[in-house]
C-alpha cells in the first residue's frame, strides 16, 4: 500500500440511506488506500452523495460542484496537486451524464446501486470522464469488502445498517421508485454476518434500514421468505446488540409479525417512525398511498395495543395538489388524534418525473401557510411529549461526549438527546437515567444505579 495515503472526503445529504452508504462507500475505497478525512481541501478525492428527495435538490448540487471546482483550480494553482471530484447517490441516478454537461469538473457519476464499483470506476475517470447509473445486476452488498474494527469504533455505538433498497409503491409525490428502483431485499444469511461484525465491534444499537424497509422480504437460511418481523427477532439474538430500531416503514406494510415484534422484544425500541403524509382520504388516494386515514388510527390502536409505551413519528406533507381547506383541516385533527413525539413535515413541491409535478399545484402562500400551522401543532405535541418524560427512568445509550466539559450524552429509547454529568459513564454505556428536567431539544438526568420500578423494564 502506498505509504501516503490517499484522502477521501464524502458529504451526504438526505436520509439515514445515505449515511449507510457514504460509510460502504469507504469500506470499498479503503483497500485502494483511500483514508478518510473531515475537509474537502485536503482531499484526494471528494464524493458527493446526493439526495433527490427535498426542493431544488439538483440545484443545490450543482451550485456545491461549482464550490469544489474553485476549489479545484485553487490546489492546482497553489502546490499543482489535484483532486478528483464524484457525485453518488439519487441526484446521480436521476441526472446521469447531464452532470458531466453541466459541471466540468466532475470526474464520475455513480448510482446508489453501483458503489460497489468505485475502485474500477476510479481507475477509468483517470483516462476519462465516466457515469455509471444503470442497476446492478450483481448484489453490490455481496461485493463489499467488511469495514475495520478500527473503522466501525471510530463510527460509534449506534450503527445504520441497510437491509431493504426501492419502492414499488409508486406514491405520486415520490421519486424513490426512479433513483432507487424496485424493492429488493437482502439475503438474512448477509444481514446477520454484517451484524455480528458490528456487534463484535462494540455496536450496541442498529437501526435496520430500508426506503420501504417492512416490505423486507428476504431470503432466510432455511430457503423460506423471511418477514422483518422475524429478521428482528433473529438479530435480537445477536450478544452485545441492546437496542434495535427500523425506518422507514408504510402503513400498508406492518404486518402481524412485525407488530408481535413490538410487544415481545425488549432490544426493539418503543419508537415507531410511520408516515401518513395526510389525513385526508380523498388526497391519500391522489398520492396513491393505499390507505386511508381510517386504516392508519386503526393500525396505530393496534400497534399501541402490542406495546403501550410506543411513541410515534411521522411525515406530513401540506399543499398536495388538489388540497382544499378542507383537506388540511382533516391532517390537523388526524394530528391531533393521534398525537406524535416527532415530526417531518414540508411544504409539497413538484419533483419533475412524478405524476404528482403535472396536476394543478396550490398556491405557493397557501402550502407555506398550512405548514406553519401544523407545524405549530407538531411541536406543541413534542414538547408535550418531552415535558412527559419528566421524572421517568428510560435507559440510555451514550454514544458522545456533551457538549460542555464533564458532560456525556445519549439517545433515549425515543431517541431523545440526554445530557448527564459524570466522569464514570463511557460511551457505549447503556444506562438507567432518571429524567430530571427538559430544555428545548434535550433531556438531563442522572444515573440511576440501577432500573427503580416496572416503567424502566418497559423503556429499556
Known amino acids: 500500500m502506498n505509504s501516503h495515503p490517499k484522502k477521501l472526503f464524502v458529504r451526504s445529504y438526505g436520509c439515514q440511506m445515505n449515511v449507510y452508504d457514504a460509510q460502504r462507500m469507504a469500506d470499498a475505497l479503503a483497500p485502494e488506500g483511500y483514508v478518510e478525512t473531515?475537509?474537502?481541501?485536503?482531499?484526494?478525492?471528494?464524493?458527493?452523495?446526493?439526495?433527490?428527495?427535498?426542493?431544488?435538490?439538483?440545484e443545490k448540487v450543482y451550485s456545491e460542484l461549482g464550490r469544489m471546482r474553485e476549489m479545484r483550480?485553487?490546489?492546482?494553482?497553489?502546490?499543482?496537486?489535484?483532486?478528483?471530484?464524484?457525485?453518488?447517490?439519487?441526484?446521480?441516478?436521476?441526472?446521469?451524464?447531464?452532470?458531466?454537461?453541466?459541471?466540468?469538473?466532475?470526474?464520475?457519476?455513480?448510482?446508489?446501486?453501483?458503489?460497489?464499483?468505485?475502485?474500477?470506476?476510479?481507475?477509468?475517470?483517470?483516462?476519462?470522464r465516466v457515469v455509471d447509473t444503470e442497476f446492478a445486476v450483481e448484489d453490490k452488498f455481496a461485493h463489499l469488502p467488511a469495514a475495520s474494527a478500527a473503522k466501525t469504533l471510530a463510527r460509534g455505538p449506534a450503527a445504520f445498517l441497510t437491509v431493504q433498497e426501492g419502492c414499488d409503491k409508486f406514491c405520486t409525490f415520490c421519486v424513490v421508485p426512479y433513483t432507487r428502483g424496485a424493492e429488493i431485499s437482502r439475503?438474512?444469511?448477509?444481514?446477520?454476518?454484517?451484524?455480528?461484525?458490528?456487534?463484535?465491534?462494540?455496536?450496541?444499537?442498529?437501526?435496520?434500514?430500508?426506503?420501504?424497509?417492512?416490505?423486507?422480504?428476504?431470503?432466510?437460511?432455511?430457503?423460506?421468505?423471511?418477514?422483518?418481523?422475524?429478521?428482528?427477532?433473529?438479530?435480537?439474538?445477536?450478544?452485545?446488540?441492546?437496542?434495535?430500531?427500523?425506518?422507514?416503514?408504510?402503513?400498508?406494510?406492518?404486518?402481524?409479525?412485525?407488530?408481535?415484534?413490538?410487544?415481545?422484544?425488549?432490544?426493539?425500541?418503543?419508537?415507531?417512525?410511520?408516515?401518513?403524509?395526510?389525513?385526508?382520504?380523498?388526497?391519500?388516494?391522489?398520492?396513491?398511498?393505499?390507505?386511508?386515514?381510517?386504516?392508519?388510527?386503526?393500525?396505530?390502536d393496534r400497534i399501541r395495543d402490542a406495546q403501550p409505551d410506543l411513541a410515534l413519528s411521522s411525515d406530513f406533507i401540506t399543499g398536495f395538489p388538489g388540497e382544499t381547506d378542507e383537506d388540511f383541516q382533516a391532517t390537523m385533527r388526524l394530528a391531533r388524534d393521534v398525537t406524535f413525539a416527532s415530526t417531518f413535515s414540508f411544504k409539497y413541491s413538484p419533483r419533475p418525473g412524478t405524476p404528482a409535478a403535472d396536476m394543478d399545484q396550490v398556491?405557493?402562500?397557501?402550502?407555506?401557510?398550512?405548514?406553519?400551522?401544523?407545524?405549530?401543532?407538531?411541536?406543541?405535541?413534542?414538547?408535550?411529549?418531552?415535558?412527559?418524560?419528566?421524572?421517568r427512568v428510560m435507559s440510555v445509550l451514550f454514544d458522545r461526549a456533551g457538549r460542555h466539559p464533564g458532560q456525556i450524552a445519549g439517545r433515549s429509547p425515543y431517541l431523545q438527546p440526554v445530557q448527564i454529568e459524570s466522569d464514570t459513564v463511557s460511551i457505549g454505556d447503556v444506562l438507567p437515567v432518571k429524567i430530571v428536567s427538559n430544555g428545548r431539544n434535550s433531556l438531563f438526568g442522572i444515573v440511576e444505579a440501577q432500573p427503580q420500578n416496572a416503567e424502566m423494564e418497559a423503556v429499556a
Not at 457519476?109 to 470506476?121: F, I, K, M, S, W
Not at 444469511?189 to 444499537?205: F, K, N, P
Request: with cysteine; net charge negative; hydrophobic share 40%.
Open 363 to 391: 398556491p405557493e402562500e397557501v402550502r407555506s401557510a398550512r405548514l406553519l400551522e401544523l407545524q405549530a401543532l407538531l411541536e406543541e405535541q413534542r414538547q408535550d411529549f418531552n415535558r412527559s418524560s419528566v421524572g
Open 187 to 300: 439475503q438474512v444469511s448477509q444481514i446477520i454476518t454484517e451484524a455480528e461484525r458490528l456487534a463484535d465491534h462494540g455496536v450496541r444499537e442498529l437501526t435496520l434500514l430500508g426506503q420501504n424497509v417492512n416490505a423486507f422480504h428476504g431470503e432466510g437460511p432455511d430457503g423460506k421468505i423471511w418477514s422483518l418481523g422475524r429478521l428482528l427477532r433473529r438479530i435480537a439474538e445477536i450478544p452485545g446488540i441492546a437496542r434495535l430500531r427500523y425506518t422507514t416503514s408504510h402503513p400498508r406494510d406492518m404486518d402481524d409479525e412485525l407488530i408481535a415484534a413490538h410487544r415481545d422484544l425488549k432490544q426493539l425500541m418503543p419508537y415507531l417512525h410511520l408516515p401518513v403524509q395526510s389525513g385526508s382520504d380523498r388526497i391519500l388516494d391522489a398520492m396513491n398511498r393505499g390507505h386511508t386515514a381510517k386504516d392508519y388510527l386503526k393500525l396505530i
Open 73 to 128: 483550480a485553487e490546489r492546482k494553482a497553489a502546490d499543482g496537486s489535484d483532486v478528483m471530484i464524484a457525485v453518488a447517490g439519487c441526484v446521480a441516478q436521476a441526472e446521469g451524464a447531464e452532470i458531466l454537461k453541466r459541471a466540468r469538473g466532475v470526474d464520475l457519476v455513480v448510482g446508489p446501486q453501483n458503489y460497489h464499483r468505485l475502485p474500477d470506476l476510479l481507475a477509468r475517470a483517470k483516462s476519462g
Open 38 to 58: 473531515q475537509t474537502a481541501e485536503d482531499a484526494d478525492l471528494v464524493i458527493l452523495n446526493t439526495c433527490h428527495i427535498r426542493e431544488k435538490a439538483a
